[in-house]
């Protein structure tokens, strides 16, 4: 008798910039669609910054083309609309510096807190207009999830969440990802928020040929 | 008693290049898509070459950049089987020169044959991976349709469209376009064959709104 094969639940790795507005649209959906597809997420944040300067770009191509920055003002109006959000509007500051609420997120990646805290620090940089980066405005959403902000905030400084936040940047880089948000499923890649429900659908697809489920 | 007000069929502009293969999945979708929805095309086909040059750019971002191509082969790969279109090849010339369909489809923008013209010359260059740009290539396209081949080549090289060409291309980048497929509902711009649902959506709903329908 060969022992049981383990089941694992099919996965979705998403990988996601807290300055990034498509990312926002992303985060706001994505627990609700892993609910019902029977769909696990794997939280992978980086920094879209170092990518872009890896690709020869010095800012978001939003604020570097004129052409697209104006369209995008007008299709994040559309999408807000779409799924439910607040009505748009530009951050005063775009893209914000991310890399505080990022290394939480790297610390908090594996918790039941990780989708509440993303969203919140999205809502405060698209809805509440106001800095993602500053531990004063990232305390009170820690403790609004019932966690020590202290305590948060000291370990996401720790040298080693700051190397894994490098690392995890340059996995993304050298996995192919050029934009935020990016999902992978296996090794197939599927860019922006756009291809949300194709990579949960192939991963879901998946699942049931392999016989796991969520 | 006033005169009744003149109806108008609410309309979606489509802006599409030949060399595009996200213009190729449009091309392939909108008339039925018209149809279901009863709104009219108005066919807008435009060089995207010009419009990537005076954004400063030598040729398709897919080609400029490695990490985009790689990443496009695989999207498209997938769409054609969401889609239903044949398995995706790339092109070995990419992007291909098309001046000479594009003249052809301005010449025939508002005949009942346009459509199908279009379709013919998209599997032309992405599932029989052929030169569009070659009158031998597109004769017998024009000839299936039931049209004179000698005499719409001779009229689509007429001075009179080449202008017309060089103005509607102009037109796509004062109106904002840096990327085909483009969609217009007014002033209402959308970008890519993503946004083709949402583009129609909305000129179907602003026709009920103003009591118009196909």
Redesign the interface.
């Known amino acids: 008798m060969s022992a049981p094969i383990p089941t694992r639940r099919p996965a979705v790795e998403f990988w996601f910039e807290f300055g990034s507005n498509y990312s926002y649209l992303s985060v706001m959906r994505i627990e609700a669609m892993a609910h019902r597809s029977g769909v696990a997420i794997v939280w992978r944040p980086f920094l879209l910054g170092p990518i872009f300067q890896a690709?020869g770009m010095k800012t978001s191509p939003f604020v570097a083309?004129k052409?697209?920055g104006?369209?995008v003002q007008?299709?994040m109006a559309?999408q807000c609309v779409?799924y439910g959000l607040p009505p748009w509007i530009w951050p005063t500051t775009f893209p914000r510096v991310s890399v505080l609420p990022a290394r939480i997120a790297l610390l908090g990646a594996d918790q039941p807190w990780i989708a509440a805290f993303c969203r919140e620090v999205m809502l405060l940089n698209f809805v509440r207009d106001e800095e993602i980066d500053d531990p004063a405005n990232l305390a009170p959403i820690l403790a609004a999830l019932g966690l020590p902000p202290d305590r948060i905030l000291a370990e996401a400084q720790d040298d080693s969440i700051k190397r894994r936040l490098r690392e995890q940047t340059e996995e993304a880089r050298s996995r192919?990802?050029?934009g935020a948000p990016t999902f992978f499923v296996g090794s197939?890649?599927?860019?922006?928020n756009?291809?949300l429900e194709?990579a949960f659908s192939l991963a879901a697809e998946q699942g049931r040929a392999t016989g796991n489920r969520a």
């Open positions: 690709l083309q052409e697209k104006a369209y007008q299709d559309r779409k192919g990802v050029f197939e890649i599927f860019l922006g756009d291809r194709d």
